[in-house]
């Protein structure tokens, strides 16, 4: 058994991580860049998706795809089991979305992010047998006053009290879905305020879970991916994530309980993801409160990206400037 520092850092995921994961975010961003604002999602997806797998196989660890995205819609994707990396590093489980908002990527709409969370392996919740989880997400403040089985009038009164705020400066972020226009009206008939995202919960998340955030509350059924991925997210920021399993219908709920999944019970985010040696990383596709968007400056593509790790409690924010004539080619 190896038991010197060294050996323990090639076991586990260890900060340099997220230092090379950042590297296929980027990647996967740059490349959707010329589907911005075209009308095609598949597209802009795609490239992504095969920039993404190009470069986790130069990282330095052994990766699993526990959880990914593209199932729901038949989109492209790393598939769930896909195998990444070189193999000579640190076994761990990772849940990835090349594009978190393809449809806010293929209108140009802000807040599409490239994302992929990582941990140990074996500690993230393979929830890829069904495809939708109902979630709550807050900050600090919401730890033992929120809770998923309480009524929206009473988190939002809770939060309100635990921030010092009235109801009516709250603001609660929610999925602008069809199947949310009876939580929507929850909301409002409390006396809080929405903020309708078009896509991408996972950014909604993690700014209901920041400091300074725009967001007090992010509440609704979104991607069960999204959802382990917010978890490794919101450990490192200290909030708190509660999720409910969502299926579709029978046959999916059935699936879930074959996959050992349990219903009608409450993920807390140490069953989401196991342990606190969690990374997040993230680069913005478009513009957004969480990143900004990749920029084309002549030569130059800019890119912003925040790794957040849960062992040490650190968010960074990485701003990167790349050659265009390394990256797209153009006539």
């Known amino acids: ?155 939002v009164r809770a939060i309100a009290k635990a921030k010092g705020k009235s109801v009516a400066e709250i603001q609660v972020g929610v999925l602008d879905r069809p199947r949310h226009e009876g939580l929507i009206a929850e909301i409002r008939a409390a006396g809080a305020g929405t903020r309708l995202l078009l896509d991408g919960d996972v950014a909604g998340g993690i700014d209901a879970a920041s400091y300074g955030g725009r967001l007090d509350l992010c509440i609704g059924v979104g991607g069960s991916p999204e959802g382990v991925a917010t978890a490794c997210a919101i450990k490192a920021l200290g909030g708190l994530i509660q999720t409910r399993m969502a299926p579709l219908d029978d046959d999916e709920k059935q699936r879930g309980l074959d996959a050992g999944l349990k219903f009608d019970y409450v993920y807390e985010a140490d069953e989401l993801v196991k342990g606190d040696n969690t990374f997040f990383v993230a680069t913005g596709v478009t513009d957004g409160n969480l990143v900004a968007g990749v920029r084309r400056m002549g030569p130059i593509i800019r890119t912003e990206s925040i790794v957040l790790r849960a062992r040490s409690g650190t968010i960074r924010r990485i701003t990167a400037d790349h050659l265009v004539e390394k990256w797209l080619d153009e006539d």
């Open 1 to 155: 058994m190896v038991t010197t520092e060294t050996g323990t850092l090639f076991l586990h995921p260890d900060r340099n991580l997220a230092m090379e994961l950042v590297r296929a975010t980027e990647a996967a961003a740059i490349r959707a860049t010329p589907f911005i604002g075209h009308g095609d999602k598949l597209g802009a997806d795609g490239a992504a998706v095969d920039a993404m797998r190009k470069f986790l196989g130069t990282v330095n660890f052994a990766g699993t795809v526990v959880i990914g995205e593209g199932e729901k819609d038949q989109a492209p994707m790393l598939f769930n089991g896909e195998v990444v990396g070189n193999g000579r590093g640190p076994a761990c489980d990772i849940a990835v979305d090349p594009i978190d908002g393809t449809s806010l990527t293929a209108s140009g709409r802000r807040n599409a992010i490239s994302m992929i969370a990582a941990a140990d392996r074996g500690a993230m919740l393979d929830a890829s047998s069904v495809f939708y989880m109902d979630k709550i997400v807050g900050g600090p403040e919401a730890i033992g006053v929120v809770d998923i089985r309480q009524t929206v009038a009473e988190n």
